[in-house]
């Protein structure tokens, strides 16, 4: 039941945040009256979707409903932000464990790297691996990926580059978490029995970790959207965001938002369901 109701706050949130920004729409223009028709225009907007439209082509004046034509944009973003967000979420496991079978030395090493890595600003990065590809082809004519978008929707670059940042984050995040399990007496106790560091830390450790790092998911998520922005548009890629800045309407951005936060809710509750489930700890919301 609190599932629910925080689902429908959030969704209401939305509708309100853009009924209030919609208001500023065609200049500053703000009183209670209009805000609350233009929050209850959001809300059937909603109930009906058809009656969301855009123009076919600039100038045009035609006006089209959004969908199907919408999930066309949206399956390619959502795309990018769930496969991301697996391969962000691999990349730091796997680094995570490999870090702890390290030297002590080169441990701190790494994690001098990594932290100089996460100063670098977002932007930085996505432009020099997008770069660092064009440089590659122009030496020796291979051209693992291609660098900008369009209808075509490369796929594994803007992957690549969009995980970056997010492996980062999560593997500073998980490292931490992970020494501290190190510290628990049922590793002492797992030891003492002769259970080998490899199971200790792969069955064991990572699933105790489980609920600490779906506690730092959200900001991950976060931190992913914002990422998804700039990357749709310094690759030219045509996800959702280029169809939101080629339709600017308040109630096409409150779709968009709605239809990305519904499937992150939905895999949220359930991960947080099955963590509950096998590890017997409840996950805080």
């Known amino acids: 039941m609190k599932g629910i109701v925080r689902f429908f706050s959030i969704l209401l949130s939305i509708v309100l945040i853009v009924s209030i920004a919609g208001l500023f729409q065609n200049g500053i223009s703000f009183s209670f009256p209009l805000l609350l028709d233009e929050f209850v225009a959001n809300v059937k ?4 979707l058809s009656t969301i439209t855009y123009e076919s082509s600039e100038g045009s004046g035609i006006e089209r409903s959004v969908f199907p034509i ?3 944009y949206y399956s390619y973003s959502l795309s990018i932000l769930l496969l991301g967000f697996v391969l962000a979420l691999v990349s730091a496991l796997l680094l995570t464990i490999i870090t702890l ?11 001098k790297t990594v932290g100089f890595l996460e100063a670098v ?50 593997y500073r995040i998980m490292l931490l978490i992970f020494e501290d399990e190190l510290t628990r007496p049922y590793v002492e106790l797992a030891r003492g029995k002769g259970i080998s560091r490899w199971k200790i830390l792969l069955k064991h450790i990572t699933r105790n970790s489980l609920v600490s790092v ?8 976060l931190l992913m959207l914002t990422n998804l922005v700039m990357l749709e548009i310094i690759f030219n890629l045509y996800g959702i965001t280029w169809f939101i800045i080629s339709n600017v309407s308040a109630q096409i951005v ?32």
């Open 45 to 48: 907007a909603i109930t009906d």
């Open 70 to 72: 919408i999930f066309e």
């Open 101 to 111: 079978f390290l030297p002590h030395r080169l441990q701190e090493i790494l994690k």
């Open 121 to 170: 600003p977002d932007l930085f990065i996505i432009v020099m691996v997008q770069l660092a590809f064009v440089a590659l082809y122009k030496q020796t004519g291979i051209l693992l990926f291609e660098v900008v978008g369009g209808f075509d929707r490369p796929l594994v670059l803007p992957l690549v580059t969009f995980s970056i940042l997010p492996s980062l984050f999560l």
């Open 214 to 221: 779906v506690n730092h998911s959200k900001s991950i998520i």
């Open 254 to 285: 409150m779709l968009s938002i709605i239809m990305i936060y519904i499937p992150i809710y939905i895999i949220e509750f359930v991960a947080k369901r099955l963590i509950t489930h096998f590890t017997g700890e409840e996950v805080p919301s």
